[in-house]
């Protein structure tokens, strides 16, 4: 959904009926799914001044429906008692899955958390490099591997020297991959399998990240890596200049995932924790 989709709307319509087959279609074009456009149609046809609504009451009940289907809470990121907590980060290639990462690495540092960094993409080229830059600017370990080695073997490891020094946050950065390949999804399974072996709960956290400019393919993104790791929780970038961001509301109505955090630009700073109304009211 383009920056300002709102204003958009206010400008279609002032002066003039609401074209019924108009708006759908912006809706739908937003990146809302057609379930969530379709609900918003249909809250907006059933009210008794439906033949002559203004477009200012259109974008009023379009924000509500969307505030009600996003989560009030913003769920936070809580250390363990005595353990790591693990944080699996997936994605396909071109995402800015690597750098999400270390921003949510650097996120955590700043408040205060110890964590650890598992360079777990063994296949894209200077995709462990990448990840060690960023840790010596963060100022966290990183545990890697070789290239082609096992990104399995690697988090078990890592986990390992995070559980011995005490760390708070193991953040393991995997290998993009597209998620109608089968066998690459089936790997992030022997991962997840690998590191229950050293906690029956781990990984705790399941994060996918999405680029806000693929539209409704992030939906479709999601869908599938859903089914292979059960995500809890998307962080959505490029939502800065020309980024979208009706993808989050579709993700949530269809798939019941939230998100958890946004990337707005390329700095460390760039990153924040996803909080609903600021969203519709600013972004959309």
């Not at 750098?99 to 063994?122: E, I, P, Q, R």
């Not at 890697?144 to 073997?153: E, H, I, R, V, W």
């Not at 993700?251 to 019941?256: A, K, M, P, R, V």
Request: hydrophobic share 45%; glycine share 8%; net charge neutral.
């Amino acid at each position: 959904m383009a920056l300002g989709f709102f204003k958009s709307l206010v400008q279609k319509f002032t002066g003039r009926p609401v074209d019924w087959d108009e708006l759908e279609e912006a809706l739908i074009r937003a990146d809302l799914g057609v379930p969530m456009s379709t609900r918003i149609l249909e809250t907006l046809q059933a009210r008794p001044d439906a033949a002559k609504l203004q477009a200012q009451t259109v974008v009023e009940v379009a924000r509500e429906e969307i505030l009600k289907v996003l989560p009030r809470d913003t769920l936070m990121l809580r250390p363990l008692a005595s353990k790591p907590k693990v944080i699996l980060v997936v994605g396909v290639n071109g995402t800015g899955k690597t750098t999400s990462t270390a921003k949510l690495a650097y996120f955590l540092k700043k408040k205060g958390h110890s964590v650890m960094l598992a360079a777990a993409d063994t296949f894209r080229a200077a995709a462990i490099e990448q990840l060690e830059i960023w840790s010596q600017r963060i100022g966290c370990d990183i545990i890697k591997g070789a290239y082609n080695s096992d990104p399995a073997a690697i988090c078990h490891d890592a986990y390992q020297a995070a559980d011995s020094r005490n760390v708070e946050f193991l953040l393991c950065d995997t290998a993009g991959r597209l998620h109608t390949k089968t066998n690459l999804m089936g790997e992030l399974n022997k991962v997840q399998r690998i590191l229950s072996r050293c906690d029956a709960t781990a990984p705790q956290e399941r994060l996918l990240v999405v680029d806000a400019t693929t539209g409704s393919n992030a939906l479709h993104q999601a869908r599938e890596f859903h089914q292979a790791v059960q995500l809890t929780g998307v962080i959505v970038t490029k939502l800065d200049g020309s980024g979208k961001g009706g993808c989050i509301v579709a993700i949530q109505n269809e798939l019941g995932i939230p998100t958890r955090f946004i990337g707005t630009g390329e700095k460390f700073d760039d990153f924040a924790f996803f909080e609903s109304r600021p969203f519709v009211e600013q972004m959309l």
